[in-house]
């Protein structure tokens, strides 16, 4: 209320010393023609200053928050890549026994066009009945993992550009929750089977994600940062021998 108190008195005080300054013009020049002639330009004026600043200016200003967002988002999303998205995807795919991967192509190269990175993104998207090894000591490694990086991914939830990115923040908590599943589990050797359903279904959820974000990502980096993509290339998690060593 104070805010608006405050507002509505400035305002009647710009009116006032603009009628001041018309009265003393008047005082003067006693040409009450000429003020009405500028005053009345002035007003017709005031819708063509309204679409200047508050349409082109306004658009232009939020076109470029809306890169300097963009921008600071994927920067988070290659953080979350280089530090354990990649890898987080090797070791679930060495652990995933279902042929239904074998059918999607994600041998993402230079030649790839926008089209490719759109086909293998839907076929990821839609994956279905995948099935992951629930052997004690996989499961051991895989909570061993990511609960190291458990911090990290606390760190990436509290980051306010990514509440906007919807499906980046749907990834951290499909990995988020399959951390936690596994973290409260004392004794990973004696699940029931019912368990290990469950948990093959938040490891599915998990990866089918973070393939979806990987492919995006990796176009995101052929478009923008070729060298960055060069190195990605190099060391894709779907690579049967990635080396960051250039090889030609």
Known sequence: MNNKNWKLKFGLL??????AIYSVHFLIFKDAHHIMLYLVGDIAFVPIEVLLVTLILHE???????????????MAI????????SELI???RNIETSSNTEEVCLGVSGSWKDSQFKEARDKVSSLKGLNFSTAPERLEELRTYMLE???FLLTLLENPNLL?????????????????????????ASLPDNDRRHLVGDMERAFTRLLTQWVTYMQH?????????????????FSNKPNAIVQE
């Not at 710009?14 to 009628?19: C, E, M, N, R």
């Not at 232009?60 to 994927?74: A, Q």
């Not at 290659?78 to 998205?85: D, K, L, R, Y």
């Not at 070729?226 to 894709?236: D, E, G, K, M, Q």
């Open 164 to 188: 906007e990115h919807e499906n980046f923040t749907d990834l951290l908590w499909a990995v988020f929750h399959l951390t936690d599943e596994l973290a409260h589990r004392d004794d990973l």
């Open 90 to 92: 090797r070791r679930l």
């Open 221 to 237: 980096l052929k478009s923008d940062y070729p060298y960055l993509f060069s190195l990605a290339v190099r060391i894709n998690p």
């Open 14 to 19: 710009l009116i006032l010393a603009s009628a």
């Open 149 to 151: 990086r458990r911090a």
């Open 60 to 74: 232009l200003l939020e076109s470029r928050e809306r890169r300097s967002k963009l921008l600071k988002m994927n």
């Open 78 to 85: 290659g953080v979350f890549f280089s530090e354990m998205g």
